[in-house]
């Protein structure tokens, strides 16, 4: 089982719609959860940080997480094609993993006008 | 801020050289992360220093890679002997915490 897993997609959503993007992950002690945004050739950049249970909300995107499921997911709310990009997972381990994020292989998102 | 920058920013070299990258992170960060990423996964984690001390390292620096943070400034991590396979977009990043993880350019690898 990996550590951090996603659906790698694509997803493809349509302008205006709102695109889900999900992740679990196996570490029960994880104590930081993560959404990056990763254009084609470029590095990643962090969009989302949660650290408790239920929703936290930044303009378009609003990141949700369940610590007892072992989920984090991440929406976004009128997508736009600018959206489209690889949205890549990340996880803060406990114990001795804690200095560490272990990310998921990212889900591909098309957002098409 | 000028953000997290490395060097160079694309290499490419023959199988069994050695090569060496350079990583200057945020300046006011103490933490700082090395990933290797290979088209259509996610970054893998290979090590993180705390100022000078190399904290935590994945099993792939036991072997032919090897990182340094001198003065915990700026950082180098070297891969000797290159093998076909350390092809790769090398990922630096640095932190003022845990949590603000900001990533650099990256450092392309091409090995012949």
């Known amino acids: 089982q990996k550590e951090v897993e996603q659906n790698s997609g694509p997803l493809s959503v349509p302008e205006g719609a709102i695109a889900s993007l999900n992740c679990t992950y196996s570490d029960r002690g994880s104590q930081s959860f993560f959404w990056y945004r990763q254009y084609s050739g470029k590095s990643p950049e962090l969009i989302m940080s949660?650290?408790?249970?239920g929703d936290k909300e930044d303009g378009r995107f609003t990141a949700q997480l369940n610590k007892a499921s072992q989920y984090v997911s991440l929406l976004i709310r009128d997508s736009q094609p600018s959206d489209s990009a690889t949205y890549l997972c990340?996880?803060?381990?406990?114990?001795?993993?804690?200095?560490?994020?272990?990310f998921g292989q990212g889900t591909i998102l098309t957002v098409h006008p | 801020d000028t953000g997290v920058s490395q060097n160079p920013r694309h290499k490419i070299t023959k199988r069994g050289q050695n090569v060496t990258f350079r990583c200057d992170p945020i300046s006011e960060h103490n933490r700082l992360y090395w990933y290797r990423q290979t088209l259509g996964q996610g970054p893998e984690f290979l090590t993180y220093f705390q100022n000078e001390a190399q904290l935590e390292k994945s099993r792939l620096l036991s072997d032919r890679f090897s990182a340094e943070r001198p003065k915990g400034s700026f950082s180098t991590l070297e891969i000797q002997r290159t093998e076909q396979g350390d092809s790769a977009m090398y990922l630096c990043?640095?932190?003022?915490?845990?949590?603000?993880?900001?990533f650099g350019p990256g450092t392309r690898l091409t090995v012949l």
């Open positions: 990340a996880v803060r381990g406990g114990g001795t993993s804690y200095g560490k994020l272990t």
């Open positions: 949660i650290y408790s249970n």
């Open positions: 990043a640095s932190s003022p915490d845990f949590d603000r993880v900001l």
